[in-house]
């Protein structure tokens, strides 16, 4: 789907930018006759209108790819043009700037438009990127089915712990109890395991049990010191359950944090579209206050 | 109370049984204190306290969770119609069977897939950082420092008084680029409203002039020959916060807009009288011929004036300087004829012509510093070093008639006087080495004859011209006419004679003599000053090599105040 964003209509808004951003140098080199290239000549007007006009209409998908009902185009293709018209605000919004730079509001408007184009090039290279890395981490599955195994993993453990003595029973449900897959954006990105186990028989605390390697390496010391052959057999099964389990949550939680990938650059990318607005709407407006 | 817990058996959903405890809070979990205890849930238990038949509020310990429709929470309320998920477990509050306060139905859960992503905090967890609540609160913030307080403290004089010492961002961080150098001073610093006084409107001249008093106009504004003038103003031409700094144009356009259509800006008798030529550039085709500016003078009741004049420039007359002197350039420039005291070498342009620092003008000639040197004013053969005083007729009479009668007076000086033998030069007067008659007779009569000789063969008129007068009287006789030499030949235009000098393989002096055509002159009045011809075989617009002027290279906007 991505890829055809790129493509769409045959490179119909790519042409577009090309077109706009050689419209802009042309414009851009016009000036220096009567006074250097800035913001404040015909020219960098022209190209100030056109780039705070790329602005709302770039912030425009925001609105359109909600509007279900909307005949206003496709959302494919305002995607399409959203990432190509974006890129071309780069040059533009430069070209009209000419490539000054100070400790003001302006400034400020401009290095906003970089973040927020820059994280949406990050955006696009995850789009472009990790569904492929997920696919191939889901191997055929999906993170619905890896829960569900889990889930009945889950259930299958709780049952064979029923034969084992109440301290290995407590142990195993504590362990499933206390797995943390997730938590907050910053552990879904790092992939950090907060899992806990609280082990009755060493302490009353809870200790880590990253990557379940607290309760595997306990069941494998439980396993020679079982109290009758029944409980053997079923610490065994437990193990390998628990083993199984390991590489379900390993496969969850790399999925989590692709997902993560996709979603975390919009954490920047809309927050800092709306600070541009309003960036942007000051320094239209101290241009005419102090004209 | 007496509540009923409908517990379904292990593996099945349709077998369950009964429990019923007379109790006030129903205890459920793994803890010391559960009233029924659950063997899947690890740890933690939850507290029931019963509100009516069809809800209860819960408290969980020990980090046990409940999981509602929408989250999961340790504390809240259960409600009839509604299933909760307690770890693997459902709850839902059914109706009370009679005998009982309160009853709850405890089964398997049926929602797997729910159960596992909530349970383990997964999926739809953005974390705690609300992208809406974010992108209001820059949204504000940039609103209310960047435009709110700088424009209250622009417009409230007492904010901005209170607020000038807080670390608050100010109206600074609107300039849109940095001030011309010759604005960064204490009577600005960083104080944008005095020049930018009005919000939404353009500096007014008022606020440049508040400064720049004494600037001449570009044409007297006032003159009724001139129309709309007035109406440009300093805005117009002068750009601040430009980067690089230039805040002045500079380009063709700030000139030709209005003179390619000067007639739209002049009245009707002042194109009859003196019509202002049209500009589009500076060429051979563009750009009308120049207009020098002479010094004439004029006799006027007795005495002597000097007046501008910028003739119309016309081929078929040849303008003169009226300076009065008279010069022959070529007889100073012939190597033969005249030698550099020094070097012995021909004199060379800038041993009389020396550039003043504006590397334009040249500082006046003057008999002291630039002729006295060869041309000595002495005057009695007998005493070659005195010399007479210039500049001053009467003085150079007065010191005649003293001189002579001084030495036809004393005896010892007749005596040395009479044994001298002089030589006789060539064109220098042999004046009387003995007098029979009185000392003030052979005095004076040696001084008037002296006097005829300076005035009518050699000395003063060999570089002045003097007019004679019919009377015998030696103060009256003789009147040397004053010279004025001409020290800005184009007053309306600018010329940079230092960068000129830097043509390849030609000195100075080559480059004198390439545009000031004068080595062959033999008189004074000769002009030697170039017309566009010579200016355009360097500067011709749209010739290869060929180095292009705009007009501010040439011309200032602001002539001196005389120069109205």
Known sequence: ?291 | MFILIRKSVFGSQEEYQDLDFDVNELVIGNTENANLVLDEIADGSITLKPKGEDKAKFTCSNGLEVLTQTKLTATGTLQKGFTYQLGVYDIEVIDVPAGFDFALNISRSKRKSLLTKKKFKIEEKKGKISIRLLSYLLFLSILVVYLLIPYLSFTQSGIKEKTKNLPLVTDKSWLSGPMAMAHRIPEIGDDCQVCHVKPFEKVQDKQCLSCHQNLGEHVNSMHPAVKEIDKFLCENCHKEHNEPAQITRTDDALCVNCHQNIQKYETQNSLKKNPVQVVTGFDSDNHPPFRLSLIQPKLINGAYEWRKNRPKFDLKVKPIEESNLKFSHKVHLDKELVQDELSGQSLVCSNCHQLKDDKEHFKPITMDKDCRSCHKLSFDVFNPDIELPHGNLRAAFVMLEAHFIREFTDPELRKKRSRKKIRRIPGQHSNNATCEGSSLNCGREEALKEAQFQFTQSGCITCHEVTTNKTNELMDKWFVKPIKINQDWYSKAQFDHVSHFSVRNKDNEEVCLTCHEIENSDDAKDIAIPQRNKCVECHQKGIENSVELTCTRCHAFHFEQQEK
């Open chain 1, 1 to 291: 789907m991505f890829e055809n964003l790129l493509k769409y209509k045959k490179y119909r808004y790519l042409s577009l930018s090309l077109i706009l951003i050689v419209s802009a140098a042309v414009i851009y080199l016009t000036q220096g006759i009567e006074q250097p290239a800035n913001g404040g000549t015909w020219q960098g007007y022209t190209l100030g209108i056109f780039s705070a006009f790329l602005v709302l209409l770039l912030t425009y998908l925001g609105i359109r790819k909600r509007s279900y009902s909307s005949r206003m185009g496709t959302v494919e293709g305002w995607t399409s043009a959203h990432v190509f018209l974006g890129t071309s605000l780069l040059l533009i919004a430069t070209l009209h700037a000419a490539f000054q730079v100070g400790w003001n509001i302006h400034t400020l408007a401009y290095v906003l438009m970089i973040a927020v184009i820059l994280s949406g090039f990050y955006g696009l290279f995850t789009y472009l990127h990790y569904p492929q890395v997920m696919s191939k981490n889901n191997n055929g599955g999906s993170q619905e089915s890896w829960l569900q195994e889990l889930a009945q993993i889950d259930d299958e453990i709780k049952n064979r712990s029923g034969s084992c003595r109440a301290e290995i029973r407590l142990l195993v449900l504590s362990a499933i109890e206390n797995t943390k897959i997730s938590g907050g954006l910053f552990s879904q990105l790092t992939r950090s395991d907060n899992s806990k186990i609280k082990i009755q028989s060493e302490s009353d605390k809870y200790t880590s049990n990253k990557n379940q390697e607290r309760v595997i390496s306990y069941l494998a010391r439980a396993l020679p010191n079982s109290l009758n052959h029944a409980e053997a057999s079923a610490i065994d099964g437990i193990l390998s359950k628990f083993s199984r389990r390991q590489r379900l949550l390993k496969i969850i939680k790399r999925n989590l944090q692709i997902k993560a990938y996709l979603k975390v650059w919009l954490l920047f990318h809309v927050p800092l579209t709306i600070a541009l607005l309003a960036a942007l709407t000051v320094h239209i407006l101290v241009v005419f206050i102090y004209w």
